[in-house]
């Protein structure tokens, strides 16, 4: 009895002591603007390796061994916070990093929940990481409302986002605050940024108006990345990753953090490598990364950053018909690739590839002048050079792999696993090449795109009351692309004679220049500069009291516009095209409680058409200007709701965005005599929907996010306009102009689902190892189509095909461990896990026929299936 009552005193005083070893450390985090509590705040110690999430009334509470070391507070949208643990730490208040209503990311590109007034959806670092495998960045965003990624042909850096139904001009894409966007057409390729996702902080989608406040804003939205700089952590990793078809990544990343000194400096260098999933699609790219960041004072912080991603990659551009892939094997039917070969050496040779570089270097200056203003300022170049392959040649068609969504035949070896599908006879051309008097009739050319691009933001902000901030600044941009087409392979002639000389040459009337017989380096078809500059300002009014975040916006810019001829014409430049844009949107969001919150905002836009197919009627081949060219006009509303507590967080929201005069120069067919463009005005568009999203955490270890969207994209106008000479002038028959129309209304806008749907569930296995099943679904994919000009008079559109929906399943798998006392992260992925057979991308040719059925549309249809079931796994160490 004895013994047991003394292990029973024992078992009770170690119990007392572990207990009161142990400290409960509490406390409040707030908005230290709004005074209002944040939910879901990582509240994190690092000493202990265990953390916590703020309640519904912003409070947290965290069991901690003693109060020793650092807590750290990180939210999205919020500054990270690191104070020392204390058992009553009282009220803490975090500081946004982004948007207008707190200018520190340069231009204010972030929005924060429950603040900012717009539709948003945010992936941080962590996410990126566990999602992406081998996916191409913005694939990453498959799972946000209206957002739709596809990879196109399936080469590398060839995939495309549309935001709410618009395409890539007229998607925003900023990094740190610079705009990307091509300033000729409007667009950017994605293959130029590969790496970002390893130094990335957070990446937000702004649907409709956005947070941003340059002078010249998108249409459909804006996808917003923000880099890592004096906020990363010091030290560093190295990476392997590797996945089917001879996917392999290597990488490595290293950071002071911010030293004590001031300067933070970040490095990044990876190359990625891969024979590709589709045949001949092979690529090599290399990324880097460098920021060099400095505080200067308590005040100040000047940031360098430099980042870039050389790479070249086979493509393949031929879509077919549903029944031409029917006729390959069923295990590789979807990977053919028609547009590659050997020649009789046995060399690779391809019409269709693509080599690029564009770095972009930028300065970014911030300074906190007082307690109530700022400037922020941000200087960048941009140095784009390179180019892709085609065919040139009085035999140009034969460079195709398909015509009319049928495999080519006339260059078509025996060796493909069916009659009919093998590869591109490259040496059958060469020897007729060889043999013909003439040269060669079909030959490679690289259509070069170099360009150089420098640009100035600037943004001052003035608190002049506690609950009102003025913004104000400038946006300037000057830009120069210098468009040639070189000569690269004869392909076994002797020489090329470029048949586009004797069309619109300069000494087109000149038998020896047009007959010149023309060697690899020699110029063909089209030797150009455009020029476009942009000086912009915006301004911007915020109220900020209580429950209630509002502003008012507003911009304008001036476009110029030209060019300098030097294929047809002898360094002959265009006149100047002065074209002015403007723009106004307000909004407002009022938290009803800590709960609940309603937002609104509203706008209108005037923008300035594009320099390609805007400005110049044929922006490849002449000076001719469209004289008629307007500006497009974009209104948009929109409204939602958002419920959050330590359990739920939900949003959803209605939108209707009307797009007024959109550019619109389509060619007619060139063996017409009337031949010319069309000038089309008057096309609109309406598109509206409604979008929900919601992430529940029904117990510990378990996550749970989810979104859908309802949308109804349709063209909005019947339009019509004069056809236009390559002079310039509008052609007349008959003594009277000559016309089209286009029937457009009614019409489904194609190229993206109108119907979304995802489930994601990423399940805590124990500490450290994570499990996650993600589901996508698309309906309503209508396909896009051409507007054809079949001929002058009236042109009638009706319905797109409806591509079948798309069902797709993700599996990721995270586990987070420690080798030799190294943090080290191993990352597994499965997309497309049970091999789902679905299309992609489709094109509609039978948008002209009155009479045709889903039936007729489908065969008719030409289409890219997506990828099958494709692994990557890869393990990173932290050091």
Known sequence: MGKKLSFLLVGILFCTITAFSQITVKGVVLDKDTKEPLIGVTVYSETEKKGTATDVDGSFSLNLSSAKGNLKFTYVGFKTLILQASPRMGTIEMESESFGLNDVIITSTIGVDRKTPVAMSSIDAEVIMLKTGTKEFPEVLKSTPSVYATKTGGGYGDSRVNVRGFDSPNVAVMINGVPMNDMEWGGLYWSNWAGLGDVTRVMQVQRGLGASKVSSPSVGGSINIITKSTDAKKGGSVYYGMGNNGYNKLSFNVSTGLMDNGWAVTVLGAKTWSEGYIQATDFEAYSYFLNISKQLGANQTLSLTAFGAPQWHNQRKDQLL???????????????????????????????????????????????????????????????????????????????????????????????????????????????????????????????????????????????????????????????GIHKTELVDLLGGQFLIDPQRAIDGRYKNNPEWVNEKLTPGDIVYRNYDGFVMQEGVFGQAEYSKDKLSAFVAGSFNVSNYWRVEKFAADNEKSKTKNKAGFGAKGGANYNLDANHNVFANIGYFSRTPFFSAGVFLNNQKSNSMNEDGRNEKIFSMEAGYGFVNSFMNAKVNVYRTNWIDKTMVKAMDSNRPEEGVLNLSGVNALHQGIEFEVKIRPFKNLDISAMAAFNNWKWDSNASGYAIGADGQIIEKNGAPVTAEVNLKGVHVGDSPQTFASVSADYRIFKGMTVGLDYNYWGRNFAKFDININSWGTNNYYRPWQIPDAHLWDLNFNYKFDILGLKTTLNANIDNLFDAVYIADAKDTTINNPTATEDDKAKAAQVYYGFGRTWSVGLKVHF
């Open 322 to 480: 549903i029944s031409e892939w029917a006729k390959m094997p069923e295990d590789s039917r979807y990977q053919y690739n028609a547009g590659y070969g050997y020649d009789a050496s046995g060399q690779f040779k391809t019409f269709n590839r693509n080599e690029y570089h564009k770095p972009q270097i930028s300065l970014n200056h911030v300074w906190d002048i007082n307690l109530d203003s700022s400037l922020s300022t941000a200087l960048y170049l941009s140095l784009g050079s390179g180019g892709g392959y085609s065919g040139v040649g009085n035999n140009r068609a034969q460079a195709y792999g398909s015509t009319n969504g049928l495999v080519n035949q006339t260059y078509r070896k025996n060796d493909g696993l069916v009659p009919g599908f093998g590869t591109y006879d490259f040496a059958k051309l060469a020897e007729e090449n060889a043999a013909n008097p003439n040269g060669s009739q079909l030959a490679i050319q690289n259509a070069i795109n170099n360009h150089v691009w420098v640009g100035l933001i600037s943004t001052y902000s003035n608190k002049i009351t506690k609950e009102i901030e003025l913004q104000g600044g400038v946006d300037f941009r000057y830009y120069k």
